[in-house]
């Protein structure tokens, strides 16, 4: 008998068409058993209690954008969303009651409890919070404020950025607006990782968009937050 407790093995299906890593509950395997775990894991769902490895992601965002790549995160099975950082509700309307941000009212509607709205993410009682979520990784987009030293190397795999420009053109608050009164003809979606700087850190991936003549910036902005999210969740899976 080869003695396995919660070991990770990575199963590859017969027909080639993805890669999945999962953790078996088990304390032992026979040797015939563990040589054929790739035949067909279907076939050991109804044999083995299998867990799927998750990464734990804490997502920090405020706007229409942020939500949107919230939701592509939350529909990837390797992803765990266990906190939303979102910036503090604010007046609106007329009456000016407090509204809480689109990221924000995203996150509720969907059945995120553990939510967080600080003036100031860099506080001790703000890290306190987010680190008793003890996340892998921290995911931003269009979170409105500066992450300091001490957060950005809180996860083991630091913090993701997703910002909509290829780059190292159009950093700072507007690049959709930046790239179309530049007359661009091409944009994208550029995932980093954070560093001290504003948009500043190594690249990880992007993702290119066309600028056609007769797009505005609201559905410019639109199509980039959806290839912003696909982009940032294959960017987690793959750090």
């Not at 953790?23 to 044999?47: G, K, R």
């Not at 009651?97 to 689109?102: A, E, G, K, R, Y």
Request: hydrophobic share 45%; glycine share 8%.
């Amino acid at each position: 008998m080869i003695k396995y407790l919660c070991d990770t093995v990575t199963l590859d299906f017969v027909n080639s068409i993805s890669r999945y890593n999962f953790t078996f509950s088990l304390f032992s395997l026979t040797y015939h058993q563990v040589v054929s775990l790739s035949i067909d894991v279907a076939i050991y769902e109804h044999f083995f209690d299998i867990i799927y490895i998750s990464m734990r992601v804490v997502f920090m965002g405020s706007s229409d954008a942020s939500a949107t790549c919230l939701k592509a995160i939350m529909r990837e099975r390797e992803l765990e969303v266990v906190g939303v950082v979102t910036q503090p509700d604010r007046p609106a309307g007329r009456g000016k009651t407090l509204t809480p941000c689109p990221c924000k009212a995203f996150a509720i509607e969907h059945g995120i409890t553990e939510i967080i709205t600080p003036e100031d993410v860099n506080t001790e009682d703000s890290m306190a919070k987010i680190r008793s979520w003890k996340p892998d990784v921290i995911a931003v987009v269009a979170f409105g404020q500066f992450l300091k030293a001490p957060l950005l190397n809180l996860p083991m795999a630091g913090c993701i950025n997703c910002h909509f420009s290829l780059l190292p053109k159009y950093r700072g608050a507007s690049p959709v607006v930046s790239a179309l009164a530049a007359g661009e003809k091409l944009t994208g979606v550029t995932a980093m990782r954070m560093g001290l700087g504003m948009d500043d850190g190594p690249i990880l991936l992007q993702s290119y968009e066309p600028i056609y003549s007769d797009v505005t910036g609201g559905e410019l902005m639109d199509s980039l937050a959806i290839t912003g999210g696909v982009t940032l969740a294959k960017t987690l899976k793959l750090i």
